[in-house]
């Protein structure tokens, strides 16, 4: 049961700080198209970001059975990487990405059920 509530602390602070990041990023117009205006650079980028994104969403939906940690850090990767892109290169399709990461965590909240598979395995 110990093992549940640090997955659930763990999973808060991680939620935690996606939110705070995207949202100081929202209100400090530091990074606000920092980034090069290549649109090449910004196209390329843009479509190797939506396929990292939705093979790690699928993963991370998949990957059930494993430790709710890695899955957790499956889509915070994605989700941070394209709140910067979302700043650096001001591009709402960057925004929408890190929306979905956000949206697929609510999915590995970790639950009694897994907490029981791991400690049986």
């Not at 117009?29 to 290549?38: A, E, K, R, T």
């Not at 990292?52 to 059975?65: N, P, R």
Request: net charge negative; glycine share 4%; charged share 15%.
């Amino acid at each position: 049961m110990n093992q549940i509530k640090t997955f659930r602390t763990i999973y808060w602070a991680i939620l935690a700080g996606i939110v705070l990041v995207g949202v100081v990023l929202e209100f400090i117009d530091v990074l606000d198209g920092i980034l090069p205006m290549d649109t090449t650079l910004e196209f390329s980028l843009q479509y190797v970001m939506i396929l990292i994104t939705l093979a790690v969403i699928y993963l991370a939906l998949k990957m059930v059975k494993k430790n709710p940690v890695v899955r957790m850090a499956l889509l915070e990767g994605p989700a941070l990487i394209n709140i910067l892109f979302y700043h650096g290169f001001v591009n709402a399709s960057f925004g929408y990405l890190a929306i979905m990461c956000v949206i697929a965590y609510a999915f590995v909240y970790p639950s009694k059920v897994e907490d029981d598979e791991l400690t049986n395995n």
